[in-house]
């Protein structure tokens, strides 16, 4: 098997990480499902793979819905006949509150998306996997949990537990030739961040800029994370040049976490 003639399902690939690691995959020559709540932004991927010469399907699904989750690599099977590549994505930022003001609802629905989630598609794709003795996953998670960030304690839960459900899931499936990793991205450029800076600014009565210089200098390198260079980092994980990296997580931070 031509190992780039490949399937990748990516969640939450309708827009900002997600579009540009579904950019990246089709540039490697990946064809692409991209499995997203939102449909208009999800479409608007869907024609980007296509521009660069790849297949491309859209699923509006729910990551919160087991039965979304199987319509979704049902889906992917029926169009492309494989899926080797699972880019678990798509995540919440949940509430940004000290913990005793979270409510349970509030906790639920952040694990739901980030980490059960990415359980169900896992749980979706590991016998289709199986079957090809091929996989290649990668779970999106963050440095915030390594790096504690108060008022984020679901997120940073959330985030957390992709690593060691990373590190589990990999040391069943390794023998099948199904590699599971993580990368941590740290603050990526963006209309998001930049909204995160100004809720931030606003609570510190200060101005987003000096939010963003504090949150730069955090990092050894003193700047953001390009989107292309965490969307780098995971195709390097779906290639045949990683072959021996499983249950890794890989920060791609700047230098703002090193361990
Ligand atoms: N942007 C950052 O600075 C940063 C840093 C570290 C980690 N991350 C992680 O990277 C991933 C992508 O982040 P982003 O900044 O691109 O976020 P984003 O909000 O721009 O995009 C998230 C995508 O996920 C989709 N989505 C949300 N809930 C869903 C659900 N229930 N079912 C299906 N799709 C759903 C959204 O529609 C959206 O397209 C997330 O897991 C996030 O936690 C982001």
């Given at each position: 098997m031509d190992r780039e003639q490949q399937t990748a399902i990516v969640t939450?690939?309708?827009?900002g990480l997600g579009r540009q690691i579904a950019l990246t995959l089709a540039d490697w020559g990946r064809d692409i499902v991209i499995a997203d709540l939102d449909p208009e932004e999800m479409n608007e991927t869907e024609q980007m793979v296509r521009d660069r010469g790849q297949s491309a399907l859209s699923v509006q699904m729910d990551l919160r819905d087991p039965e979304d989750v199987t319509r979704t690599v049902d889906e992917a099977l029926d169009e492309f006949?494989?899926?080797d590549v699972l880019i678990n994505n798509a995540g919440i930022a949940g509430p940004n509150l000290p913990c005793e003001e979270i409510t349970v609802e509030e906790w639920d629905n952040t694990i739901a998306v980030n980490l059960r989630g990415a359980f169900l598609m896992t749980r979706e794709v590991i016998p289709v996997m199986k079957d090809q003795e091929y996989g290649r996953i990668v779970n999106i998670s963050s440095v915030t949990g390594k790096r504690p960030v108060s008022q984020r304690s679901p997120y940073a839960a959330s985030k957390l537990g992709l690593v060691g459900f990373t590190r589990s899931v990999a040391s069943e499936v390794g023998e099948y030739d199904i590699n599971v990793n993580a990368v941590c991205p740290g603050s990526v450029e963006g209309e998001r961040i930049e909204r995160v800076f100004e809720r931030y600014a606003k609570a510190r009565g200060t101005d987003s800029e000096a939010v963003k210089r504090g949150e730069m200098d955090k990092s050894a390198r003193c700047e953001l994370v390009k989107p292309e260079s965490v969307a780098d980092a995971v195709a390097f994980l779906c290639s045949?040049?990683?072959?021996?990296?499983?249950g890794q997580d890989l920060n791609i931070s700047a230098g703002k976490v090193m361990y």
């Open positions: 939450g690939g309708g827009r006949g494989s899926v045949s040049q990683s072959d021996q990296m499983t």
